[in-house]
Antibody, heavy 118, light 108 residues
C-alpha cells in the first residue's frame, strides 16, 4: 500500500527555522517525483516545488524560489520542506504528493499545519 | 508561468443536477490537465488526468473534456458527496506545474 506520512503540526514564531517531512512507503521512492503544495487558510492549492529523489533534481514555483528549500534523504525515503526564516504568511497546511508515471499527483500525504505567530 | 483560471468561483446546484466546471489555460497545454476534488479537512483526490481519463475508482458520472486552452469537468446527476472544491492542474512543462484557484460546488 502506497503511503505518504507527514510530520505533525508545528507552531513557530516569525524568524524561526523549520523543516517538515514526508516519508514514503509502499512504492519505489527514488523513482517517483514528490511535490509540496501549500494551502493557506480558506484558500486554494499552490504548487511550491517538486523533487526527483533519485538525483535530487528540484524545481520551484517562481513564487517560492528562494523562500523554501526542498530536499530528500533517500536512505530513509523521506522528503523535506524547510524554511530558514518563517513569516506569518507561511501559515498554511502543506501537503506532499507523489506523482505517478504520467506526472499527476495520485497519492497525497495527510497534510501538515504550520502556524507562524508571535 | 502557465496560469489556470477556473470558473465559476462558486456553483450552487441541487442533487441530481449536472455540474459544468471550466478551466482555461494562459497558453496551450495540449491535454496535460488534471482535475482534483477536495473535501473539507481532506487532501485532494485525483479525478481526471490527461484531460479526459478517469483515475482509479472514480465514478463514471465524472467526465472531462478539452485540449489546448479550454477544459471542462462535468459531473452528471450530482450526488450529495460530490459537493466539494474542484481544482484543475497542468503539467505541460513538468516538473513545473500549477493549479487553478478552484471552484466550490455547493448545495443550492
Amino acid at each position: 500500500e502506497v503511503q505518504l506520512v507527514q510530520s505533525g503540526a508545528e507552531v513557530k514564531k516569525p524568524g524561526e527555522s523549520l523543516r517538515i517531512s514526508c516519508k514514503g512507503s509502499g512504492y519505489g521512492f527514488t523513482t517517483s517525483w514528490i511535490a509540496w503544495v501549500r494551502q493557506q487558510p480558506g484558500k486554494g492549492l499552490e504548487w511550491v516545488g517538486t523533487i526527483y529523489p533519485a538525483d535530487s533534481n528540484t524545481r520551484y514555483s517562481p513564487s517560492f524560489q528562494g523562500q523554501v528549500t526542498i530536499s530528500v534523504d533517500k536512505s530513509i525515503s523521506t522528503a523535506y520542506l524547510q524554511w530558514s526564516s518563517l513569516r506569518a504568511s507561511d501559515t498554511a497546511i502543506y501537503y506532499c504528493a507523489k506523482a505517478d508515471w504520467q506526472y499527476y499527483f495520485n497519492f497525497w500525504g495527510q497534510g501538515a499545519l504550520v502556524t507562524v505567530s508571535s | 508561468e502557465i496560469v489556470l483560471t477556473q470558473s465559476p468561483a462558486t456553483l450552487s446546484l441541487s442533487p441530481g443536477d449536472t455540474a459544468t466546471l471550466s478551466c482555461r489555460a494562459s497558453q496551450s497545454i495540449s491535454a496535460f490537465l488534471a482535475w482534483y476534488q477536495q473535501k473539507p479537512g481532506q487532501a485532494p483526490r485525483l479525478l481526471i488526468f490527461d484531460a479526459t481519463n478517469r483515475a482509479t475508482d472514480v465514478p463514471a458520472r465524472f467526465s472531462g473534456r478539452g485540449s489546448g486552452t479550454d477544459f471542462t469537468l462535468t459531473i452528471s446527476s450530482l450526488e450529495p458527496e460530490d459537493f466539494a472544491v474542484y481544482y484543475c492542474q497542468q503539467r505541460y512543462n513538468w516538473p513545473l506545474c500549477s493549479f487553478g484557484q478552484g471552484t466550490r460546488l455547493e448545495i443550492k
